[in-house]
């Protein structure tokens, strides 16, 4: 019979079987607690990594998306201080040139006035030419040419769609409205720059809408960079459900097999001797 041969022990075998088991199903344990990960590589679970895996890259893509959409929000941002500071200084200009359309301001207190509303076209022409940011800038460069104005785009997710914002001539709208000295002196031409159909109102009201259109751009962008970083998160809750480890129940499994392996070595031992017991018959 089979269990008294030397040559096959069965108790040694089914003891080194279940002891490879318990190892291997140890190794896998202390695996799992070693890196936190339930499926640590392809070989843990091939699909859930694969999925895993995707998921991770759309984590990283989105990130990068964020990043190029903080770069957009600080243009933006500069961009709407500048335009802001514009409006404010033209406000400031309209009622110069309200006295500069009465026609009873002269001598020394007109070329005053003057003055005055030239500096503040100065001022008007700083803005726009300090409204870059990190070497950009949608308004344009009034002591160059206008240049090319179009839409200033940005990748806004991980698929690598893009939102474009529209650029605004500053270099043209600093030009309607950087009067001469001799338009300023004739009150009745003043009087037709700031009726409702003048140029200085007309542009007056274009730095409204683009103040609207930039300030829309700049709401667009921060509402999609908290969209992106709430899908980041999301994505990332979904990808610990799949792939974490339960470190609280390996952490039990683990001592379980620790045991187990100690009295599975100690079975092997037991069977690796019972041939032993043979001798016993040739005395």
Known sequence: ?????????????????????????????????????????????GAAYAVAQRVRSDVG???????QLGNMQGLLSTTVTALTNVSNTMNSARAVLVKL????????TRTQYVQQYQSMMANIKTFVQDAGYNGKT??????????????????????????GVGTFSGSSFFASVNFTSTQ???ASTVQGLITST??????????????????????YVNNQITYNSDKIDALNSGLGSLIDANLAQESALLQSLQVKQQLGTQALSIANS???????LFK
């Open 1 to 45: 019979m089979s269990q008294f041969s030397i040559n096959t022990n069965i108790s040694a075998q089914i003891a080194l079987q279940s002891l490879s088991t318990t190892s291997s199903s140890l190794a896998a344990t202390q695996k799992q607690i070693s890196t936190g990960y339930r499926v640590a590589d392809a070989t843990d679970d």
């Open 61 to 67: 893509a989105l990130t990068s998306a964020n990043q």
């Open 101 to 108: 359309a009465d026609s009873s301001v002269t001598g020394t």
């Open 138 to 163: 949608l308004i344009g460069n009034i002591t160059g040419s206008t240049g090319s104005f179009g839409k200033v785009a940005t990748v806004r997710n991980e698929l690598g769609a893009t939102y």
């Open 184 to 186: 300023l002196n004739g």
């Open 198 to 219: 003048g140029t200085f109102l007309n542009k007056l009201n274009t730095l409204g809408t683009e103040l609207n259109t930039y300030g829309s751009a700049t709401n």
């Open 274 to 280: 019972a041939p032993s017991s043979l001798l016993s």
